[in-house]
Structures are given as structure tokens and as C-alpha cells.
């Protein structure tokens, strides 16, 4: 099935919004079962939105249209696909009265330009939008089946749910489609070129692909099969297996791992910061789980006082994760220290001793993509300890320069259950 999205705009062609309504969109087809093939972005001129709609109603079965129904003059797409279809634009009286009746619960006069958005080139069918004043609608041009939709997320989404993504599924073209998932690997310190090696020879049965979505600090590795088929937990297991330690989270996001794990032992959390600069906080904050299980968090100043310069970076940070758990009762104390000439420390202290590496990064970056990689790190030590894996994993774009680890006396396994006092 040939499903294209023509998104316009712009605002969206020239890159001052994301497109965030056809990456949505995109997800929301290929769960379904129906990938989007095409996707087209426009901006607000009508012969070349005309044209394109023209272009693509040759070659597509199904064709979404997102923006440009508003009541302004740059909102072209009913004209566009009016002048598409050689046909004029007709008041549609239903949808009009729809939108007065909406400026009359809100106790407000409709504005004469919202006229404009009950005027659909002629035999258009309405697609209703209980959320917002432009109506959708559907047009059949040449092969394929046009959906108008605006460009409000809310309202757009709605309108796909209750009632676009049905019709698609519904479409004759559709009928052969085979209903894939996706189960997603998160994967931090290898590089998409070394899990590609690791994975290279992996027997892939009909209809299952691999893929790879890379954004800082991440690489998501993604198995598109049917998961209910009898051979997918035999590769996923393979998968798994070859890409070991360094899969930080199966099917959710680190965070929310990590949640789950101290909501599991009921463990607490400090933090002190150095060059993070509140990252890992921020990041434990964000999820609704692991921020009940922080105490407290302080950020230092990011660069040393002189009269520390000499100081051991790894002696410090083990020393500034000891005190924050001790000075709050946590259960885990967690710190990043200065950059110093490029190196930064980072640890994590237990009621079973402490653990801290000096690292350098191998790769030239802004201080901000610097801070989340290191910050991701703190939380990857995080993870391995309350999974009982090694603290210290393989790091492609890291250089580890130093390790310590200190255990406390007496202590006898790193097992999350033991760290409670």
C-alpha cells in the first residue's frame, strides 16, 4: 500500500517548527501494519502545493494532507486541492453552522475569516473535528484517496484515530498488509558501526529487518517482526545476547528502567554534580519513579578552585559521592566531578564501598553533547549496580584512564538487596 504524507507550511519547509505530526504519524501507520512510503513537505504557495497533490495523486493510494485550513491567506490547502480536482470551492452550511455553534458555547461572535474554513472544493466529504474550528476533509483525486487534516496536534491526532487510520486500514490496498512490531534495544557505548559488526551474520527469517536509529547518547537497535511469531524470541534472544552489557533498556527509555529497579529495592538516591551541571539530576526528575527516590541533589561550580588543581579528580569524585550519601541517608550517593584538562570522574558510592573511573572522551563535541554523555554514563554505572553487572562497561567513544574500587570492609556482594542499611 502507498500511503504518502504532504505536509505544508512554511514554517515546517523551512525548518522553524519539527514535523512532529508526520514522525506521529509515521509511528502510528507502521504499527498498523501500513508503512508510510513517501513524505512530502510544501510550503504555503498554491500552484506548487496544486502541483504536487496532482503529482502524488498519480502515484499513491492514500494520500495525508496535514496544515493550511486555517482561516488565514496563507492557508491554501482547500484551494490547492480545489484547483488539483478542477473543481470550485462550495460553502458546506453543516460545517459552518458547526463552527458558530462553537464560538456560541465559548459566548464569542464567529470572525468573518473563519468563513473561509467552511468553504471545500466541491464534493468534498467533512471530516469532523471536535476540537478545533477547520473541519477535515476527504477528496478522491485521480487514484488516491486525499485526507485534509490541520496541522494542530491535538486535533490531528484525533482525527487520524477516530477516524483516517480506520479507512486506511479499510482500503482495498490495504488488505495484504502484514502486522509488524517493533522491539527496540537501547544501547549506550557501542557505535553503530560495531553493533552492525556484532550483528552482521545474524539469520533473519522472511519479513523481520534490523534497524538502527542513532541520536546522542543513544543507538536504538530495532527488530521489526510479527512478535507473536514462534522465531522472534529466538532472535531476540540472539540479539540480546550479542549486543550484552551495553543494552541499557529493553522497550523503554534508561530512566524508566532504572525506576523500575529502584522502586523494586526501595533504594534513595543523592547526587552531586560537578560537570554535568544538573543533568543527571534533571534527568531522574523527569520520570515520575526515580524522582521519588532522590533526597537531594547539589551542583558545585564546574570548574576547580586553584588550590585544588593538584587534587586526585578520582579521590575527589569518590569523595563527593561518600558525602552526599552520607550527609542525606541515601542508600546510593552519585557525583561527576570538574573537567580537568579533559578528564572527568565520575562515581557512585554504597553502603558496600565505593567505585569511580576517570574518563576522557575520544570524540570532539559541544559542551552540552559532553555533560549528556557523561551524565548518561553516571546513569549506566546506576543501572549496573542494581542490575549486579559489572560497574565499568565497554565504552567505544570513552578512553576509561582510571578505575577504583573500594570496598567496604566486610562487605560481601554487590547485590542491590544488600545496600540497605
Not at 146 to 156: A, D, K, L
Not at 261 to 268: A, M, P, T
Not at 287 to 313: M, R
Request: glycine content about 8%; charged content about 25%.
Amino acid at each position: 500500500m502507498n500511503i504518502t504524507m504532504l505536509s505544508t507550511g512554511e514554517e515546517v519547509l523551512h525548518g522553524d517548527i519539527v514535523d512532529s505530526n508526520a514522525a506521529w504519524f509515521s509511528q502510528r501507520c507502521f504499527d498498523a501494519g501500513v508503512g508510510v512510503c513517501r513524505r512530502v513537505t510544501v510550503g504555503d504557495e498554491l500552484q506548487a502545493l496544486s502541483e504536487e497533490m496532482l503529482s502524488l495523486s498519480r502515484k499513491s493510494d492514500v494520500v495525508i494532507v496535514n496544515g493550511g485550513l486555517g482561516p488565514t491567506e496563507d492557508d491554501l490547502s482547500a484551494a490547492a486541492a480545489a484547483m488539483a480536482a478542477n473543481v470550485g470551492l462550495v460553502l458546506s452550511e453543516a460545517w459552518l453552522e458547526e463552527m458558530r455553534e462553537k464560538y456560541r458555547r465559548l459566548q464569542r461572535e464567529m470572525p468573518e475569516t473563519n468563513l473561509k474554513q467552511a468553504m471545500l472544493p466541491d464534493g468534498a466529504r467533512v471530516i469532523d473535528n471536535p476540537v478545533g474550528t477547520a473541519c477535515g476533509f476527504h477528496l478522491k483525486l485521480n487514484q488516491a484517496d486525499f485526507y485534509f487534516t490541520p496541522g494542530v496536534p491535538s486535533e490531528f491526532f484525533r482525527m487520524v484515530d477516530d477516524l483516517i487510520l480506520p479507512e486506511v486500514l479499510a482500503h482495498p490496498a490495504a488488505a495484504n498488509r502484514v502486522v509488524r512490531g517493533c522491539h527496540r534495544f537501547y544501547t549506550f557505548g557501542l557505535s553503530e558501526s560495531g553493533i552492525s559488526e556484532r550483528l552482521r551474520d545474524v539469520n533473519l527469517p522472511d519479513q523481520v529487518d534490523i534497524g538502527y536509529r542513532s541520536y546522542l547518547p543513544f543507538i536504538e537497535v530495532k527488530i521489526f517482526a510479527d512478535l507473536e511469531s514462534p522465531q522472534f524470541p529466538a532472535l531476540r534472544d540472539e540479539v540480546a545476547s550479542r549486543l550484552g552489557d551495553n543494552v541499557l533498556s529493553v522497550n523503554q527509555p534508561l530512566i524508566a528502567a532504572i525506576g523500575e529497579r529502584l522502586d523494586h529495592y526501595g533504594l534513595s538516591v543523592s547526587v552531586a554534580e560537578q560537570f554535568t551541571a544538573g543533568q543527571v539530576t534533571a534527568q531522574l526528575h523527569d520520570n515520575e519513579v526515580t524522582s521519588q527516590y532522590v533526597i537531594q541533589s547539589w551542583f558545585l561550580k564546574p570548574k576547580l578552585d586553584e588550590s585544588l588543581a593538584d587534587a586526585d579528580p578520582l579521590a575527589a569524585a569518590l569523595a563527593m559521592a561518600t558525602a552526599s550519601r552520607e550527609k542525606t541517608g541515601a542508600d546510593i550517593g552519585l557525583s561527576t566531578g570538574a573537567n580537568v584538562d579533559g578528564y572527568v570522574a565520575v562515581a557512585l558510592a554504597t553502603v558496600q564501598g565505593e567505585f569511580g573511573i576517570l574518563v576522557r572522551q575520544r570524540r570532539k563535541r559541544n559542551l552540552s553533547d559532553q555533560r549528556l554523555v557523561v551524565a548518561t554514563l553516571v546513569l549506566d554505572i546506576l543501572r549496573r549496580y542494581l542490575n549486579d553487572l559489572p560497574l565499568c562497561g565497554e565504552y567505544e567513544s570513552l578512553s576509561v584512564e582510571g578505575e577504583v574500587l573500594l570496598p567496604r570492609e566486610g562487605s560481601q556482594t554487590s547485590d542491590a538487596d544488600s545496600t540497605q542499611d
